[in-house]
Protein backbone atom coordinates (compact mmCIF):
# COMPACT_ATOMS: atom_id res chain seq x y z
CA UNK A 1 0.00 0.00 0.00
CA UNK A 2 2.77 2.21 1.15
CA UNK A 3 4.39 1.62 -2.25
CA UNK A 4 1.05 2.15 -4.35
CA UNK A 5 1.18 5.65 -2.44
CA UNK A 6 4.42 6.37 -3.09
CA UNK A 7 4.03 5.98 -6.63
CA UNK A 8 0.80 7.81 -6.93
CA UNK A 9 2.70 10.75 -5.07
CA UNK A 10 5.78 10.46 -7.20
CA UNK A 11 3.56 10.85 -10.39
CA UNK A 12 1.85 13.83 -8.95
CA UNK A 13 5.34 15.37 -8.04
CA UNK A 14 5.77 14.89 -11.92
CA UNK A 15 2.65 16.31 -13.26
CA UNK A 16 3.76 19.23 -11.13
CA UNK A 17 6.99 19.80 -12.29
CA UNK A 18 6.12 19.25 -15.78
CA UNK A 19 3.56 21.99 -15.70
CA UNK A 20 5.88 24.67 -14.37
CA UNK A 21 8.03 23.81 -16.91
CA UNK A 22 5.69 24.60 -19.43
CA UNK A 23 2.40 25.97 -17.71
CA UNK A 24 -0.87 26.94 -20.04
CA UNK A 25 -1.19 30.39 -21.24
CA UNK A 26 -4.03 30.20 -22.63
CA UNK A 27 -7.90 28.04 -23.08
CA UNK A 28 -9.31 28.07 -26.34
CA UNK A 29 -12.85 25.95 -25.96
CA UNK A 30 -11.59 22.89 -23.49
CA UNK A 31 -8.33 23.29 -25.61
CA UNK A 32 -5.73 24.05 -23.99
CA UNK A 33 -2.57 26.39 -24.82
CA UNK A 34 0.97 25.87 -23.23
CA UNK A 35 3.13 28.79 -22.87
CA UNK A 36 5.89 26.61 -25.38
CA UNK A 37 3.41 26.36 -28.54
CA UNK A 38 2.82 29.94 -28.14
CA UNK A 39 6.36 31.09 -28.03
CA UNK A 40 7.14 29.19 -31.03
CA UNK A 41 4.06 30.95 -33.15
CA UNK A 42 5.04 34.17 -31.36
CA UNK A 43 8.64 34.30 -32.33
CA UNK A 44 8.04 32.44 -35.64
CA UNK A 45 5.89 35.24 -36.77
CA UNK A 46 7.79 38.31 -35.10
CA UNK A 47 11.38 37.17 -36.64
CA UNK A 48 13.53 39.60 -38.24
CA UNK A 49 12.71 41.34 -41.22
CA UNK A 50 8.31 40.91 -40.04
CA UNK A 51 7.37 44.42 -40.96
CA UNK A 52 4.50 44.58 -38.90
CA UNK A 53 5.52 43.41 -35.29
CA UNK A 54 3.80 42.53 -32.31
CA UNK A 55 3.88 42.76 -28.61
CA UNK A 56 3.21 39.54 -26.47
CA UNK A 57 -0.13 41.06 -25.19
CA UNK A 58 -1.03 42.25 -29.28
CA UNK A 59 0.27 38.93 -30.75
CA UNK A 60 -2.13 37.23 -27.83
CA UNK A 61 -4.98 38.40 -29.06
CA UNK A 62 -4.52 37.39 -33.00
CA UNK A 63 -3.76 33.89 -31.59
CA UNK A 64 -6.62 34.11 -29.92
CA UNK A 65 -8.73 34.68 -33.13
CA UNK A 66 -6.42 31.73 -34.94
CA UNK A 67 -7.38 29.56 -33.06
CA UNK A 68 -10.92 30.25 -32.66
CA UNK A 69 -11.33 29.67 -36.52
CA UNK A 70 -9.50 26.14 -36.14
CA UNK A 71 -12.00 25.51 -33.19
CA UNK A 72 -14.27 26.17 -35.93
CA UNK A 73 -13.29 24.72 -38.86
CA UNK A 74 -13.22 21.14 -36.49
CA UNK A 75 -16.35 21.78 -35.51
CA UNK A 76 -17.16 21.56 -38.81
CA UNK A 77 -15.55 18.13 -39.51
CA UNK A 78 -13.21 19.84 -41.91
CA UNK A 79 -10.33 17.63 -41.05
CA UNK A 80 -12.67 14.81 -42.28
CA UNK A 81 -12.25 16.34 -45.68
CA UNK A 82 -10.24 13.70 -48.19
CA UNK A 83 -8.66 16.72 -50.01
CA UNK A 84 -7.32 18.01 -46.51
CA UNK A 85 -6.51 14.97 -45.21
CA UNK A 86 -4.57 14.39 -48.53
CA UNK A 87 -2.70 18.15 -48.48
CA UNK A 88 -1.83 17.79 -44.81
CA UNK A 89 -0.24 14.30 -45.11
CA UNK A 90 1.78 15.85 -47.94
CA UNK A 91 3.37 18.88 -45.89
CA UNK A 92 3.46 16.26 -42.81
CA UNK A 93 5.62 13.79 -44.31
CA UNK A 94 7.76 15.97 -45.48
CA UNK A 95 9.01 16.72 -42.31
CA UNK A 96 8.39 12.97 -41.38
CA UNK A 97 9.60 10.82 -43.84
CA UNK A 98 13.51 12.14 -44.07
CA UNK A 99 13.54 11.07 -40.52
CA UNK A 100 13.07 7.49 -41.09
CA UNK A 101 16.12 7.37 -42.89
CA UNK A 102 19.24 5.41 -40.88
CA UNK A 103 21.82 7.60 -40.13
CA UNK A 104 24.69 7.18 -42.58
CA UNK A 105 22.39 5.37 -45.06
CA UNK A 106 22.90 8.57 -47.63
CA UNK A 107 26.67 8.06 -47.47
CA UNK A 108 26.38 4.72 -47.91
CA UNK A 109 24.13 5.02 -51.29
CA UNK A 110 26.37 7.64 -52.38
CA UNK A 111 29.82 5.60 -51.89
CA UNK A 112 28.14 2.99 -53.72
CA UNK A 113 27.13 5.03 -56.63
CA UNK A 114 30.90 6.11 -56.84
CA UNK A 115 32.21 2.64 -56.43
CA UNK A 116 29.80 1.55 -59.64
CA UNK A 117 31.73 4.59 -61.57
CA UNK A 118 34.95 3.34 -61.00
CA UNK A 119 33.70 -0.52 -62.10
CA UNK A 120 32.34 0.32 -65.22
CA UNK A 121 35.78 2.13 -65.75
CA UNK A 122 37.12 -1.15 -65.66
CA UNK A 123 40.74 0.57 -65.22
CA UNK A 124 39.98 2.70 -67.98
CA UNK A 125 40.38 6.85 -67.99
CA UNK A 126 38.03 8.48 -68.80
CA UNK A 127 37.78 10.70 -72.57
CA UNK A 128 36.59 14.04 -73.34
CA UNK A 129 35.87 13.99 -77.47
CA UNK A 130 34.90 16.35 -79.94
CA UNK A 131 33.24 15.64 -82.94
CA UNK A 132 32.00 16.32 -86.14
CA UNK A 133 29.02 14.37 -87.48
CA UNK A 134 27.43 13.96 -90.78
CA UNK A 135 24.27 12.45 -90.46
CA UNK A 136 22.81 9.74 -92.85
CA UNK A 137 19.95 7.43 -92.09
CA UNK A 138 20.14 4.10 -92.15
CA UNK A 139 17.59 3.88 -94.46
CA UNK A 140 19.39 6.31 -97.15
CA UNK A 141 19.44 6.01 -100.49
CA UNK A 142 23.15 4.94 -102.26
CA UNK A 143 23.36 8.22 -103.63
CA UNK A 144 23.07 10.16 -100.41
CA UNK A 145 25.42 7.55 -99.03
CA UNK A 146 27.61 8.78 -101.65
CA UNK A 147 27.33 12.29 -100.56
CA UNK A 148 27.83 12.07 -97.12
CA UNK A 149 30.84 9.61 -97.67
CA UNK A 150 32.55 13.01 -99.66
CA UNK A 151 31.29 15.28 -97.15
CA UNK A 152 32.88 13.30 -94.65
CA UNK A 153 36.49 13.27 -96.72
CA UNK A 154 36.37 17.06 -97.52
CA UNK A 155 36.15 17.76 -93.98
CA UNK A 156 38.33 15.55 -92.81
CA UNK A 157 41.07 16.91 -95.78
CA UNK A 158 40.19 20.22 -94.16
CA UNK A 159 41.65 19.18 -91.22
CA UNK A 160 44.57 17.33 -92.40
CA UNK A 161 44.93 20.75 -94.28
CA UNK A 162 45.49 22.98 -91.19
CA UNK A 163 41.50 23.94 -90.31
CA UNK A 164 40.65 24.62 -86.95
CA UNK A 165 38.45 21.48 -85.71
CA UNK A 166 36.28 23.66 -83.51
CA UNK A 167 35.30 26.40 -86.11
CA UNK A 168 34.68 23.48 -88.74
CA UNK A 169 32.66 21.62 -86.51
CA UNK A 170 30.27 24.62 -85.95
CA UNK A 171 29.91 25.11 -89.61
CA UNK A 172 29.75 21.37 -91.08
CA UNK A 173 28.37 19.17 -88.08
CA UNK A 174 25.21 18.10 -88.09
CA UNK A 175 24.77 17.24 -84.10
CA UNK A 176 22.50 19.81 -82.80
CA UNK A 177 23.76 18.63 -79.03
CA UNK A 178 27.57 19.73 -79.72
CA UNK A 179 27.62 21.84 -82.80
CA UNK A 180 27.32 24.92 -80.55
CA UNK A 181 30.41 24.62 -78.40
CA UNK A 182 32.64 23.41 -81.62
CA UNK A 183 31.94 19.63 -81.35
CA UNK A 184 32.89 19.27 -77.86
CA UNK A 185 31.53 16.63 -76.26
CA UNK A 186 30.90 15.89 -71.87
CA UNK A 187 33.35 13.53 -70.56
CA UNK A 188 32.73 9.90 -71.12
CA UNK A 189 33.20 6.35 -70.08
CA UNK A 190 32.98 3.02 -71.12
CA UNK A 191 29.47 2.01 -72.35
CA UNK A 192 28.01 5.15 -72.34
CA UNK A 193 28.33 6.23 -76.41
CA UNK A 194 28.05 3.80 -79.36
CA UNK A 195 30.70 1.10 -79.40
CA UNK A 196 31.69 2.41 -82.77
CA UNK A 197 32.38 5.74 -81.67
CA UNK A 198 34.23 4.29 -78.05
CA UNK A 199 36.48 1.76 -79.78
CA UNK A 200 37.62 5.08 -81.95
CA UNK A 201 37.96 7.22 -79.05
CA UNK A 202 40.10 5.22 -77.18
CA UNK A 203 42.30 4.56 -79.48
CA UNK A 204 43.29 8.38 -80.00
CA UNK A 205 45.49 10.18 -77.94
CA UNK A 206 45.23 13.61 -76.74
CA UNK A 207 45.15 16.19 -79.36
CA UNK A 208 45.14 13.49 -82.38
CA UNK A 209 42.27 13.71 -84.51
CA UNK A 210 40.88 10.02 -86.03
CA UNK A 211 40.32 9.17 -89.65
CA UNK A 212 36.55 9.11 -91.24
CA UNK A 213 34.27 6.48 -90.22
CA UNK A 214 30.68 4.94 -90.40
CA UNK A 215 28.35 4.69 -87.22
CA UNK A 216 25.07 3.81 -87.53
CA UNK A 217 23.82 7.14 -87.32
CA UNK A 218 26.37 8.57 -90.12
CA UNK A 219 30.09 9.54 -90.85
CA UNK A 220 31.99 10.63 -87.93
CA UNK A 221 35.56 12.40 -87.09
CA UNK A 222 37.24 12.63 -83.33
CA UNK A 223 39.61 14.67 -81.84
CA UNK A 224 40.69 13.74 -78.37
CA UNK A 225 40.57 16.81 -76.20
CA UNK A 226 41.57 15.19 -72.88
CA UNK A 227 42.09 11.64 -70.81
CA UNK A 228 41.72 11.91 -66.80
CA UNK A 229 41.83 9.77 -64.25
CA UNK A 230 38.27 9.45 -62.30
CA UNK A 231 38.23 11.69 -59.59
CA UNK A 232 38.57 11.09 -55.74
CA UNK A 233 35.19 10.12 -54.05
CA UNK A 234 36.32 12.85 -51.68
CA UNK A 235 35.80 15.41 -54.55
CA UNK A 236 33.10 13.94 -56.55
CA UNK A 237 30.89 13.38 -52.99
CA UNK A 238 29.44 16.51 -53.37
CA UNK A 239 28.33 16.39 -56.91
CA UNK A 240 27.09 12.75 -56.59
CA UNK A 241 24.99 14.01 -53.66
CA UNK A 242 23.40 16.31 -55.59
CA UNK A 243 22.89 13.96 -58.08
CA UNK A 244 21.05 11.56 -55.66
CA UNK A 245 19.05 14.25 -54.21
CA UNK A 246 17.91 15.27 -57.65
CA UNK A 247 16.83 11.83 -57.82
CA UNK A 248 14.77 11.73 -54.90
CA UNK A 249 17.38 9.19 -52.60
CA UNK A 250 15.69 10.65 -49.31
CA UNK A 251 12.62 9.25 -50.46
CA UNK A 252 13.46 6.17 -51.66
CA UNK A 253 15.45 4.95 -48.47
CA UNK A 254 12.22 6.31 -46.18
CA UNK A 255 10.09 4.21 -48.22
CA UNK A 256 12.67 0.95 -47.70
CA UNK A 257 11.64 1.46 -44.46
CA UNK A 258 8.13 1.88 -44.15
CA UNK A 259 7.62 -0.97 -46.58
CA UNK A 260 9.90 -3.20 -44.27
CA UNK A 261 8.07 -2.00 -41.22
CA UNK A 262 4.68 -2.49 -43.20
CA UNK A 263 5.36 -6.17 -43.56
CA UNK A 264 6.31 -6.86 -39.64
CA UNK A 265 4.23 -8.29 -37.01
CA UNK A 266 1.54 -10.68 -37.34
CA UNK A 267 -0.92 -7.93 -38.41
CA UNK A 268 0.39 -5.75 -40.93
CA UNK A 269 -0.07 -1.85 -41.38
CA UNK A 270 -0.47 0.36 -43.77
CA UNK A 271 2.34 2.90 -45.12
CA UNK A 272 0.15 5.22 -43.56
CA UNK A 273 -0.63 3.99 -40.25
CA UNK A 274 3.13 3.63 -39.86
CA UNK A 275 3.64 7.33 -40.85
CA UNK A 276 1.35 8.29 -37.92
CA UNK A 277 2.72 6.55 -35.47
CA UNK A 278 6.08 7.69 -36.45
CA UNK A 279 4.86 11.32 -36.25
CA UNK A 280 3.90 10.99 -32.96
CA UNK A 281 6.66 9.31 -31.87
CA UNK A 282 8.89 11.74 -33.14
CA UNK A 283 6.97 15.11 -31.91
CA UNK A 284 6.67 13.34 -28.58
CA UNK A 285 10.75 13.86 -28.46
CA UNK A 286 11.05 17.28 -30.82
CA UNK A 287 8.97 19.60 -29.57
CA UNK A 288 10.31 21.99 -32.26
CA UNK A 289 8.89 19.33 -35.42
CA UNK A 290 5.53 18.99 -32.71
CA UNK A 291 4.79 22.72 -33.01
CA UNK A 292 5.89 22.82 -36.60
CA UNK A 293 3.32 19.43 -38.07
CA UNK A 294 0.59 21.21 -35.36
CA UNK A 295 1.47 24.76 -37.44
CA UNK A 296 0.33 22.97 -40.52
CA UNK A 297 -2.67 21.05 -39.29
CA UNK A 298 -4.22 24.42 -37.96
CA UNK A 299 -3.29 26.50 -40.64
CA UNK A 300 -4.56 24.30 -43.15
CA UNK A 301 -7.96 24.18 -41.26
CA UNK A 302 -8.11 27.77 -41.00
CA UNK A 303 -7.71 28.12 -44.68
CA UNK A 304 -10.59 25.96 -45.75
CA UNK A 305 -12.73 27.32 -42.75
CA UNK A 306 -11.74 31.16 -44.06
CA UNK A 307 -11.86 30.09 -47.71
CA UNK A 308 -15.29 28.62 -47.68
CA UNK A 309 -17.33 31.06 -44.73
CA UNK A 310 -15.83 34.19 -45.83
CA UNK A 311 -12.79 34.72 -49.26
CA UNK A 312 -14.92 32.83 -51.54
CA UNK A 313 -18.46 33.79 -50.75
CA UNK A 314 -17.49 37.71 -50.66
CA UNK A 315 -14.88 37.78 -53.93
CA UNK A 316 -18.22 36.39 -55.28
CA UNK A 317 -20.86 38.59 -54.20
CA UNK A 318 -20.85 41.64 -56.39
CA UNK A 319 -23.81 43.30 -55.11
CA UNK A 320 -22.71 42.92 -51.75
CA UNK A 321 -18.95 44.29 -53.44
CA UNK A 322 -21.16 46.87 -55.04
CA UNK A 323 -22.58 48.50 -51.64
CA UNK A 324 -19.93 48.03 -49.50
CA UNK A 325 -18.01 49.99 -52.40
CA UNK A 326 -20.84 52.97 -52.00
CA UNK A 327 -20.51 53.35 -48.77
CA UNK A 328 -17.23 53.23 -48.28
CA UNK A 329 -16.44 55.41 -51.75
CA UNK A 330 -14.21 58.27 -50.09
CA UNK A 331 -11.35 55.89 -48.90
CA UNK A 332 -10.93 54.88 -52.53
CA UNK A 333 -10.10 58.63 -53.92
CA UNK A 334 -7.22 59.56 -55.88
CA UNK A 335 -4.80 61.93 -55.94
CA UNK A 336 -4.17 62.41 -59.30
CA UNK A 337 -7.27 61.28 -62.54
CA UNK A 338 -6.80 57.79 -63.80
CA UNK A 339 -7.85 56.44 -66.47
CA UNK A 340 -10.40 53.61 -66.60
CA UNK A 341 -10.42 51.87 -70.21
CA UNK A 342 -8.25 50.32 -72.81
CA UNK A 343 -5.58 51.38 -75.45
CA UNK A 344 -5.02 48.89 -78.39
CA UNK A 345 -3.23 47.99 -80.92
CA UNK A 346 -4.18 47.52 -84.40
CA UNK A 347 -2.27 46.19 -87.96
CA UNK A 348 -5.04 48.14 -89.98
CA UNK A 349 -5.30 51.38 -89.42
CA UNK A 350 -9.28 51.10 -90.34
CA UNK A 351 -10.03 49.48 -87.68
CA UNK A 352 -9.40 52.34 -84.55
CA UNK A 353 -12.32 53.53 -85.55
CA UNK A 354 -14.16 50.11 -85.78
CA UNK A 355 -13.41 49.15 -82.13
CA UNK A 356 -14.53 52.28 -80.38
CA UNK A 357 -17.82 51.83 -82.79
CA UNK A 358 -18.29 48.37 -81.31
CA UNK A 359 -18.01 48.67 -77.86
CA UNK A 360 -19.18 52.17 -77.38
CA UNK A 361 -22.44 51.18 -76.45
CA UNK A 362 -21.14 47.80 -74.49
CA UNK A 363 -19.90 47.98 -70.74
CA UNK A 364 -16.45 47.40 -69.67
CA UNK A 365 -16.74 43.65 -69.10
CA UNK A 366 -18.01 43.11 -73.04
CA UNK A 367 -15.15 44.77 -74.77
CA UNK A 368 -12.97 42.05 -75.30
CA UNK A 369 -15.60 39.20 -75.64
CA UNK A 370 -16.78 41.49 -78.62
CA UNK A 371 -13.07 42.50 -79.89
CA UNK A 372 -12.38 38.70 -79.90
CA UNK A 373 -15.39 38.02 -81.97
CA UNK A 374 -15.36 40.53 -84.18
CA UNK A 375 -11.64 41.27 -85.02
CA UNK A 376 -9.34 37.84 -83.78
CA UNK A 377 -11.72 35.02 -84.54
CA UNK A 378 -9.64 33.71 -87.35
CA UNK A 379 -6.24 35.65 -86.64
CA UNK A 380 -5.29 38.32 -84.23
CA UNK A 381 -5.91 41.72 -85.77
CA UNK A 382 -6.28 43.64 -82.36
CA UNK A 383 -4.54 43.21 -79.10
CA UNK A 384 -5.84 44.90 -76.21
CA UNK A 385 -4.75 45.87 -72.67
CA UNK A 386 -7.76 46.61 -70.72
CA UNK A 387 -7.45 48.22 -66.90
CA UNK A 388 -7.52 51.53 -64.97
CA UNK A 389 -4.00 53.53 -65.51
CA UNK A 390 -2.28 56.18 -63.97
CA UNK A 391 0.18 58.57 -65.65
CA UNK A 392 3.69 56.53 -66.10
CA UNK A 393 1.80 53.45 -66.20
CA UNK A 394 1.84 53.82 -70.47
CA UNK A 395 2.92 56.30 -72.64
CA UNK A 396 -0.23 55.76 -75.25
CA UNK A 397 -2.29 56.30 -72.48
CA UNK A 398 -0.23 58.90 -70.89
CA UNK A 399 -0.32 60.71 -74.82
CA UNK A 400 -3.92 60.21 -76.12
CA UNK A 401 -5.89 60.10 -72.78
CA UNK A 402 -3.73 62.70 -70.55
CA UNK A 403 -3.04 64.70 -73.46
CA UNK A 404 1.03 64.97 -72.26
CA UNK A 405 2.47 66.54 -75.39
CA UNK A 406 6.13 65.03 -74.75
CA UNK A 407 4.73 60.88 -74.23
CA UNK A 408 5.99 59.13 -76.81
CA UNK A 409 3.73 56.63 -79.02
CA UNK A 410 4.96 52.87 -78.78
CA UNK A 411 2.87 50.38 -80.84
CA UNK A 412 3.67 47.02 -80.32
CA UNK A 413 5.46 45.16 -83.17
CA UNK A 414 3.15 43.90 -85.94
CA UNK A 415 0.18 46.02 -84.75
CA UNK A 416 1.41 50.18 -85.37
CA UNK A 417 -1.66 51.71 -85.12
CA UNK A 418 -2.30 53.13 -81.37
CA UNK A 419 -6.35 53.57 -79.76
CA UNK A 420 -7.23 54.34 -76.78
CA UNK A 421 -11.07 54.32 -75.25
CA UNK A 422 -12.64 54.67 -71.98
CA UNK A 423 -12.80 57.65 -69.26
CA UNK A 424 -10.88 60.05 -67.15
CA UNK A 425 -11.73 59.08 -63.70
CA UNK A 426 -10.81 62.77 -61.95
CA UNK A 427 -11.49 62.36 -58.49
CA UNK A 428 -11.60 58.48 -57.71
CA UNK A 429 -13.42 55.51 -59.18
CA UNK A 430 -16.85 55.26 -60.98
CA UNK A 431 -17.20 51.92 -60.15
CA UNK A 432 -15.89 49.09 -57.68
CA UNK A 433 -14.67 46.99 -60.74
CA UNK A 434 -12.10 50.09 -61.22
CA UNK A 435 -10.51 49.01 -57.69
CA UNK A 436 -11.97 45.52 -57.74
CA UNK A 437 -8.77 43.81 -56.06
CA UNK A 438 -8.80 46.67 -53.49
CA UNK A 439 -12.64 46.27 -52.80
CA UNK A 440 -12.52 42.91 -52.57
CA UNK A 441 -9.96 42.70 -50.44
CA UNK A 442 -11.26 45.58 -47.83
CA UNK A 443 -14.42 43.66 -47.66
CA UNK A 444 -13.14 40.18 -47.14
CA UNK A 445 -11.08 41.97 -43.98
CA UNK A 446 -14.60 43.23 -43.00
CA UNK A 447 -16.54 40.20 -43.12
CA UNK A 448 -13.15 38.15 -41.48
CA UNK A 449 -13.72 41.05 -38.55
CA UNK A 450 -17.34 40.13 -38.56
CA UNK A 451 -16.65 36.42 -38.13
CA UNK A 452 -14.17 36.74 -35.86
CA UNK A 453 -16.01 38.87 -33.84
CA UNK A 454 -19.04 35.94 -33.61
CA UNK A 455 -16.62 33.65 -33.09
CA UNK A 456 -15.54 34.99 -29.78
CA UNK A 457 -19.22 35.09 -28.60
CA UNK A 458 -19.78 31.50 -29.80
CA UNK A 459 -16.58 29.91 -28.00
CA UNK A 460 -15.09 30.28 -24.54
CA UNK A 461 -11.58 31.40 -23.80
CA UNK A 462 -9.57 32.56 -21.27
CA UNK A 463 -5.84 33.77 -20.96
CA UNK A 464 -3.36 33.50 -18.54
CA UNK A 465 -2.47 36.67 -18.11
CA UNK A 466 0.31 36.02 -15.04
CA UNK A 467 1.94 32.96 -16.97
CA UNK A 468 1.81 35.52 -20.37
CA UNK A 469 4.20 37.90 -18.69
CA UNK A 470 6.53 35.00 -18.44
CA UNK A 471 6.38 34.39 -22.11
CA UNK A 472 10.40 34.55 -23.30
CA UNK A 473 10.78 35.35 -19.97
CA UNK A 474 11.68 32.65 -18.16
Request: aromatic letters at 10%.
Amino acid sequence: MKKILFSLALSALTLTAAAQEDPIVMRIGDVPVTRSEFEYNYNKNNSEGVIDKKNVEEYAQLFVNYKLKVLAALDDHLDTLSSYQKEFRQYRDQQIRPLLVPEGAKESECRAYYDGMLARLDGKQLLQPAHILIRLPQDASEDDRVKAKATIDSVYQALKDGADFAELAKQVSQDPGSVGRGGMLPWIGPNQVMKEFEDVAYALDVNEISEPFLMPIGYDIIKLIGKKDLETYEELHDMIMKYLDSQGIEQQLAQQVLDSLASQGEEPKTVEQILDEKTEEFCAKDSELKYLVQEYHDGLLLFEECNSKIWEPAAKDTLALQNYFKKNKKQYAWDEPHYSGMVYYCKNEADIKAVQKLVKKLPQDKWMGAIRETFNKDSIMVRVERRVFKKGDNSNVDRLAFKVKDADLKPVKGFPNVGVFGKVLKKGPAQWTDVSSQVVSDYQRLKEDEFVAELRKRYSFEIDEEVLKTVNNH
